[in-house]
């Protein structure tokens, strides 16, 4: 049987500091069933070395190709570029803060080779420190969302699916989620792949933990209006069972996750306040920790 032939969008915005090593470990993929035939990565509103950066590894790779646009305009508009120029009939979106792991994109395309799968998502496993307090809500939050996978479907961070559609709303603020119901709504099934492993960084601060947790929950409740679809995480009765079956006892522990799920609400509040008061978050605020990665 032939490979899987597949796109490869990076969405990017100023990530000079990452954007080098993504395109190094994209290079590195240990690939069998499946064929990584273009890379994309569509530069928004640069000012640091990103498209330079770029240009230097499209000179060794050819499958690489740069599409600059001058202003930035969110998420959602960068990717329908990807998707107007993207070849190839499954794609992967992966954001440029990331570094997926050598057989992730082997892992992630490979369930495509039956024809009922339409969308995939990957496992993230964030670098934080977990024994310091916003390091261990960022291993908190993304152990929920694995468990929340292994029972239903939330993407995140790196996705796979079936070109079946010309575009995303453009003025979303949860670009992989607003990806699930057009999937759905064509009736393929969806898979969590959890040995699909690729490392982030969750927020090093309170404020950017707020600042990613109100635009995400905001996004989702302006998806919800707009196409009547609402994502797992959105059910805060899964979560709160999902947290009770997987509570960690120890003292520290359980101050902290407590003050996780203070602050989740809080941000959620925050969320819904923007929502309510239809403050975009199509160009959002940057969370400037969540690029500091270290190499994994």
Known sequence: MPPIPCSLGIMAHNEAANIGRLLARVGASRLDQVAVAEIIVVASGCTDDTEAIVREAAAADPRIRLISQPTREGKASAMNLFLRDAACDVLILSSADLLPSEDAIERLVSPFADPEIGMTACRPEPLNDPATFMGFAAHLLWDLHHQMNLEGFKAGEMIAFRKVFARIPPHTAVDEASVEPLIRGQGYGVRYV?????????????DDFLRQR??????????????????????????????????????????????????EVYGRYLGRQDYRARRSHTVWEIAATTKELETK
């Open 194 to 206: 959890p040995d699909a492993v690729v490392y982030n960084k969750g927020p090093e601060t309170v």
């Open 214 to 263: 109100r635009r995400i929950y905001a996004g989702h409740l302006e998806m919800q209006a707009a196409l009547g679809y609402s994502v797992s995480t959105m059910s805060g009765g899964k979560i709160a069972g999902l947290l009770l079956r997987n509570l960690d006892w120890r003292p520290k522990q359980l101050f902290w996750t407590a003050r996780v799920v203070a602050l």
